[in-house]
């Protein structure tokens, strides 16, 4: 019999994020519509040997009372059990990315580096990009050289904001970046 991962939708100032949880440990904060969706929910039911239920549990609601904070700019870190399924290296990347700290960023030469693996920046980068716990463990605040916005799971407009909203130095965050913003803002606003 296969186990199940409560899921649910939280609609977040820059982009909707599905969250899961299995057992008392969240394992998902994705984008629900970033290019690597379909690959993390299979690697993650693949790997728990579990099927995506709607639903609730406590972790569900604490994560998102946690996202509400970070938010409203009055959280800036989170606590919550967290479940992490995929290889050994990506787990190493990961990890290493909550050690980022809040209204940091740092570039992917000098993550890379970081983890003692600095011939390894497209292998970091590729484990970067299939984090199954967005914003939660803080890929977003990885950039290109020079603090350039590169690739990012929720887009290079959800990338801006959460690292503006974090007061990150942002050289090169565009006009159209920041209407796209605006946009999502008085969105959120009127739901």
């Not at 929720?154 to 159209?176: D, H, N, Q, R, V």
Request: glycine share 10%; charged share 20%; proline share 5%.
């Amino acid at each position: 019999m296969r186990g199940k991962i409560d899921i649910c939708s939280y609609h977040s100032p820059c982009g909707e994020l599905i969250l899961g949880s299995y057992g008392e440990r969240l394992c998902l904060c994705r984008w629900k519509e970033g290019k690597h969706a379909q690959f993390v929910d299979a690697r993650l039911q693949r790997g728990l040997l579990a099927d995506y239920v709607p639903g609730s549990s406590p972790v569900l609601v604490e994560t998102i009372s946690q996202l509400d904070a970070y938010f409203a700019k009055e959280n800036t870190g989170f606590d919550i059990p967290l479940l992490l399924v995929g290889t050994d290296f990506q787990k190493i990347v990961w990890n290493g990315l909550g050690q980022i700290p809040y209204g940091t960023t740092e570039s992917y030469g000098a993550f890379a580096e970081r983890l003692g693996m600095p011939y390894a920046v497209r292998a970091v980068a590729a484990a970067n990009g299939v984090n199954p716990v967005s914003v939660i463990i803080p890929c977003h605040r990885v950039v290109g050289k020079n603090g350039t916005l590169v690739g990012y799971e929720g887009g290079l407009a959800a990338k801006g904001f959460l690292l503006e909203l974090e007061s990150c130095i942002m050289p090169l965050f565009t006009t159209e970046m920041h209407e796209k913003r605006e946009i999502s803002l008085r969105r959120h606003r009127n739901e």
